[in-house]
């Protein structure tokens, strides 16, 4: 069974150059959920781990608030604190937050997220994070997110892991991954310029 070749011809959303491979998300990452807790467990008391919920995640930033809740550490798995280049998304959202994600720029050793956010830990950091966020934040990505959502009460939606593990990835050289990051960055700065 591990053997058997799958025809994805018609699930491949655009054509990429022919140095470039198709890859689930699966494939390249891990996903892990956050942290589940009881209510009366969080705390506000800087004691423990913290943790950043949906409203932490901002488009490419990760802001740390002074409303932040805290739970004790034996809660809190050792893999689901936040590591240096991890993606963070939320898995439970409004439709116009879907595809919302930060990059950590460093091991956050206290630090983990609700179980209503994912954690996409990529096999290979660096360079790769940063163009899997860029692509994962792309309007592609995002209305693929979209389509795969579950509504989840008035206005919410739910992006299952499993179906997020299945997002086709398009990956190109790691010279030209490097290219890739250098030109959004470039934009990126124009714009805040």
């Given amino acids: ?6 025809d994805i011809t ?3 959303p655009f054509d990429i150059p022919s140095q470039w491979s198709w890859v689930r998300l699966k494939g390249v990452c891990t996903i892990y959920t956050g942290a589940t807790f009881k209510k009366e467990e ?4 800087n004691k423990g781990i913290r943790v950043l919920r949906g409203g932490n995640i901002l ?3 990760l802001q740390l608030k002074p409303d932040d809740i805290y739970i ?9 604190l936040l590591k240096s280049g991890d993606i963070v998304t939320p898995a439970v959202t409004s439709l116009e937050n879907i595809g919302k994600m930060a990059r950590v720029e460093e091991d956050m050793q206290n630090v983990t997220v609700g179980g209503f956010v994912f954690i996409i830990r990529p096999f290979y950091v660096n360079t790769f994070s940063q163009y899997l966020l860029y692509f994962m934040s792309s309007p592609t990505a995002i209305e693929y ?5 579950n509504k989840s009460g008035q206005a919410f939606y739910n992006i299952g892991k499993e179906r997020l593990a299945t997002t086709l990835i398009p990956i190109p050289p790691l010279c030209e991954q490097e290219r890739i990051c250098r030109q959004i960055e470039n934009v990126f700065s124009k714009i805040k310029g």
């Fill in 1 to 6: 069974m591990d053997n058997e070749t799958l």
């Fill in 10 to 12: 018609e699930q491949i």
């Fill in 42 to 45: 969080a705390k506000q008391d």
């Fill in 59 to 61: 488009p490419f930033q």
């Fill in 72 to 80: 004790s550490k034996e809660k809190v798995k050792s893999n689901i």
């Fill in 145 to 149: 997110m979209k389509s795969i959502t």
